[in-house]
């Protein structure tokens, strides 16, 4: 059985029971999937709504402090009466990490794309996903998911889903940076792109932020890095700091919730770090919006 | 103690005295934040002259509206550019930039905020010229798109983003009224009372 969804941890959770071969069944994936889009849409993370409460308490402006408390509000309705927290139920992201004892006795990317089909009918979700950039044809059943493979020790599967709206996601950015640079070029990078994004991402927001790896790798550190838990920071060192240095100086850059002028610009800031080429120093920013829905199971 | 809570207490003072970093941000805020925010009712479609209404005033908005976003703004310039009619005439109507999810069986729509309005930026003089007195959405606009709004006597109006299922509680009927095959894109005829905006 499914366990129940639950915030996603920093690190890859240790599949590891026993490396004993395991035969997968891939309807357990499929109704894990479904069950899990539907819970995700309606429910804030404990943690993103604690802060959204600390930021209220904090807020000194009027209109600040009166959005703040619809966005807790509004997370509460959703809750209690099962509507979806935000109309953009997005493109769903999906992390599949597969111990290396597992043997999928069926097409585990179609299970996933069947749960999130039947989630989405089922859950009266938004179906956002056009089939062609250029056709925009909806293929009217919010597939497909971008998923992303990671092969881990054991003999479990997690799924972690992260359903991402486009309003936060058009914010983000990508530069690649001489390595000449420097950690403020970075964080002026960063602040600007939060600034320039104004109230269009709607903020509070969550920032990511992907530095090294090459082109690609970068901008998933920034995703993933939208995963962690709130409270915790990074265990490199550099970006811990870097993560207290940017949130102090987004809080005080004054685009506030919905960019209407405030202190409650973003609810937390996380770095991933990772290794780089010597002539690169590639960094993306992604962007989340306050209602960072997300959900995790382990099979 | 949470990095968050740590950091705001540090940051007290600090933000108080400092003033906002970007010259993008510091025009909107300036625009938008007023210290005593007065609250007007209005109706729509509207009849009356809105040219007076101040940013950062909050409106209680009842009335008819019409959803539309990208799709469909898309489809209705190039209606105009055929010289054919569109499927309501925007003389003093709101539009509201919304694609809400699926109706749950027993209730009136689904989740129903709003979405990001500089993707209409492109679209939005045209209806202006016909009349249209508001829109309602989130975020910047264009400055090209403010000067239309100031100049046909209309108003953008702002709605909380990621608020859409207190929104929907606002909303009395909807209906589809043209575009069903674009979905969550079509263009709805909203009966709304008390819908709580923000004049940008």
Do not use: W
């Not at chain 1, 309807?27 to 802060?51: M, T």
């Not at chain 1, 408390?69 to 009466?81: P, T, Y």
């Not at chain 1, 290396?100 to 794309?113: C, K, M, T, W």
């Not at chain 1, 792109?193 to 509070?204: D, F, I, R, S």
Request: with cysteine.
């Amino acid at each position: 059985m499914p366990s129940k969804p639950k915030v996603p941890g920093p690190q890859v959770q240790s599949l590891q029971d026993t490396l004993e071969p395991r035969h997968f069944d891939c309807g357990l994936l499929r109704d894990a999937v479904e069950q899990a889009v539907q819970n995700a849409c309606i429910r804030l993370p404990p943690d993103v709504e604690r802060n959204l409460e600390l930021g209220l308490k904090q807020e000194k402006s009027d209109l600040a402090k009166e959005i703040l408390q619809q966005i807790i509000d509004n997370s509460q309705l959703a809750r209690n009466e099962q509507i979806p927290l935000c109309q953009d139920t997005g493109l769903q992201v999906v992390y599949l990490n597969v111990g290396r004892s597992v043997h999928f006795l069926s097409d585990p990317y179609e299970a996933i794309n069947e749960g999130i089909r039947r989630g989405y009918t089922k859950g009266h979700l938004r179906k956002s996903v056009v089939r062609h950039p250029i056709d925009r044809q909806n293929t009217g059943d919010n597939t497909p998911a971008v998923i992303h493979t990671r092969i881990v020790e054991g003999n479990k599967v997690q799924i972690t889903l992260a359903p991402k709206g486009a309003g936060s996601e058009n914010m983000s950015r990508l530069k690649m940076f001489s390595p000449s640079a420097g950690r403020e070029d970075i964080a002026q990078y960063v602040i600007e792109t939060v600034t320039q994004g104004g109230g269009k991402p709607c903020p509070p927001l969550i920032v990511g932020l992907g530095i090294g790896g090459n082109f690609e790798n970068c901008a998933e550190l920034a995703k993933e890095a939208l995963l962690r838990p709130l409270n915790d920071n990074s265990p490199d060192p550099i970006a811990a700091e870097m993560e207290d240095d940017l949130l102090r100086r987004i809080l005080e850059c004054g685009v506030g919730p919905m960019g209407l002028g405030g202190r409650t610009s973003a609810i937390g800031v996380k770095v991933n770090v990772a290794p780089c080429h010597i002539a690169s120093l590639p960094v993306a920013v992604n962007l989340q919006c306050h209602a960072a829905r997300h959900a995790s199971i382990i099979l | 103690m949470s990095s968050l809570s740590r950091l705001l207490h540090q940051t007290e003072t600090a933000a108080l005295q400092k003033p906002v970093s970007s010259s993008v941000h510091r025009e909107t805020s300036s625009k938008l934040t007023v210290p005593n925010r007065l609250t007007v009712r209005l109706q729509a479609p509207v009849i009356q002259d809105i040219g007076g209404l101040a940013p950062g005033f909050v409106v209680l908005l009842s009335g008819t509206i019409y959803t539309a976003r990208d799709a469909a703004h898309k489809k209705m310039i190039e209606t105009l550019e055929q010289g054919e009619a569109l499927p309501f005439d925007p003389q003093d109507q709101i539009i509201y930039y919304t694609g809400p999810t699926p109706t749950r069986e027993g209730q009136t729509i689904g989740s129903a905020g709003p979405t990001s309005s500089y993707r209409m930026d492109p679209y939005t003089p045209a209806l202006l010229e016909l009349g249209l007195k508001g829109c309602i959405g989130k975020g910047e606009r264009s400055p090209e798109c403010m000067a239309a709004f100031a100049q046909f006597g209309a108003k953008y109006f702002l709605a909380i983003g990621g608020t859409g299922a207190l929104i929907s509680k606002c909303i009395r009927s909807s209906r589809v009224i043209a575009y069903e095959e674009m979905g969550t894109e079509a263009i709805r005829e909203l009966q709304v009372e008390d819908m709580r905006l923000i004049v940008a």
